[in-house]
């Protein structure tokens, strides 16, 4: 992990999930939390080697990823957490990814851990889009849907901690299939930090970039990519199971996932994409003989 200057008084401790923050007037300001203890570890250790505080923390998301040093965190400092309200719900009750992941069942042992479900972090104060006085930070909040349901960025100093909205180059070759949960909200998310005017942008996976629209671009183009390979997959097959087209696309794509939690989030984001089909009459999705089936519309 490595501390890194963005702009003005805005860092990021920048490594496997980047990290902002910002200091002001005394007071010092964090954006997400990393993983686990050892990720929380790592920045409050580089905090107080400089001699920084630490005040505020948002937490863009409830993905393990982002808020999983929560809980060191607040441990270890009085902070104030905030976050926005339906990621909130998660947050303090972890088990609620692991769930849906899994349709809605109680989740098996497998699914519970530390990249799924989380400590539970109590939140003090939601958020929600729009302007922000947090103590000295004047700050943007962005709403950000569609890799998470309620994700938010944040724009200090001219920033945008664009969190997983979208993926940096490398990470996008690393992933192939980027987790979303609803492909034409993540599109219009994209579209929309498109239009933003600010210094530059740091996604939550990725290098912080002045000239970061090249990269959003790039996100656009492979969720289309996605779409129009799985449509042209199910063309010419008059029955296709959905989890026919799961395991045919990953095969095809070069997925390999060893473990169910990998399995079940590219699995969710296949079927982000056939509902946004579905949505634009590309597709119907039915029930035939207690199977679901996938027919493509000529």
Do not use: W
């Not at 006085?133 to 960025?153: T, V």
């Not at 034409?184 to 912080?208: F, K, M, N, V, W």
């Not at 969710?268 to 003989?289: C, P, W």
């Amino acid at each position: 992990m490595e501390f890194i200057s963005l702009h003005k008084n805005t860092y990021g401790f920048s490594g496997a999930v980047n990290i902002g923050y910002s200091v002001k007037a005394g007071k010092g300001l964090l954006i997400d939390t990393g993983l686990d203890d050892s990720a929380a570890n790592k920045v409050l250790r580089m905090l107080d080697e400089k001699g920084l505080p630490l005040d505020y923390c948002i937490i863009t998301h409830a993905h393990t990823d982002h808020y999983g040093g929560a809980d060191r965190i607040r441990e270890k400092k009085e902070v104030t957490i905030l976050a926005p309200r339906l990621e909130k719900a998660i947050m303090e009750n972890p088990v609620l990814e692991p769930i849906y992941l899994f349709n809605g069942a109680f989740p098996p042992a497998s699914l519970r851990n530390k990249f799924l479900e989380a400590k539970a972090i109590t939140v003090d104060e939601e958020i929600e889009e729009g302007p922000l006085k947090i103590g000295p930070f004047d700050l943007e909040i962005l709403s950000l849907p569609g890799h998470s349901y309620g994700q938010i960025g944040v724009i200090v100093e001219e920033v945008l901690f664009a969190t997983d909205a979208y993926f940096g180059t490398e990470a996008l070759k690393k992933h192939i299939v980027p987790f979303i949960t609803d492909a034409d909200t993540a599109l219009a998310t994209l579209h929309y930090i498109l239009e933003r005017s600010c210094q530059g942008a740091i996604p939550g996976h990725g290098i912080y970039e002045e000239d970061f629209r090249k990269t959003v671009q790039e996100n656009i183009a492979l969720h289309h990519r996605h779409m129009e390979a799985l449509e042209k997959q199910i063309e010419g097959k008059q029955r296709c199971s959905f989890e026919e087209i799961v395991k045919e696309y990953l095969n095809m794509v070069g997925v390999s996932s060893r473990q169910l939690g990998q399995f079940l989030l590219y699995r969710t984001s296949i079927t982000a994409y056939l509902i946004s089909l579905e949505r634009r009459g590309r597709i119907t999705m039915t029930v035939r003989q207690n199977e679901l089936v996938v027919t493509l519309h000529s």
